[in-house]
């Protein structure tokens, strides 16, 4: 099992930059990849970056070059460095991590931290 929380979010101008953090009760080596979803009023919940324990890194089309999800081993933390953000960037974002035990795939979710982008 792990417990995923997820502080900070907020408003922020057009433009502007916001950093997502996401903090895991486990190694971070221990589990075999980490995400960011996100979820818009009246949406449906889409992947928004995407981590493996290896660091392969993969991304919607909509925030390449804009988004980037690392990870801090010694902190088991994640994070989501978000720039140039766009008001369609409004969304509840959730932390997911996978775990594999004894040949089972789990899924967990952080409590989603809502990020505004607006004027």
């Known amino acids: 099992q792990v417990q995923l929380v997820e502080p900070g979010g907020g408003l922020v101008q057009p433009g502007g930059s916001l950093r997502l953090s996401c903090a895991t009760s486990?190694?971070?080596?221990?589990?075999?990849?980490m995400a960011w979803y996100r979820q818009a009023p009246g949406k449906e919940r889409e992947l928004v970056a995407a981590i493996t324990t290896g660091s392969s890194t993969n991304y919607i089309d909509s925030v390449k070059g804009r988004f980037t999800i690392s990870e801090d081993n010694a902190k088991n933390t994640l994070y989501l460095q978000m720039n140039r953000l766009k008001p369609e960037d409004t969304a509840l974002y959730y932390c997911?991590?996978?775990?594999?035990?004894?040949?089972?795939?789990?899924?967990?979710w952080g409590q989603g931290t809502q990020v505004t982008v607006s004027s």
């Open positions: 486990r190694s971070i080596l221990t589990i075999a990849a």
């Open positions: 997911n991590a996978e775990i594999w035990t004894m040949g089972r795939r789990n899924i967990y």
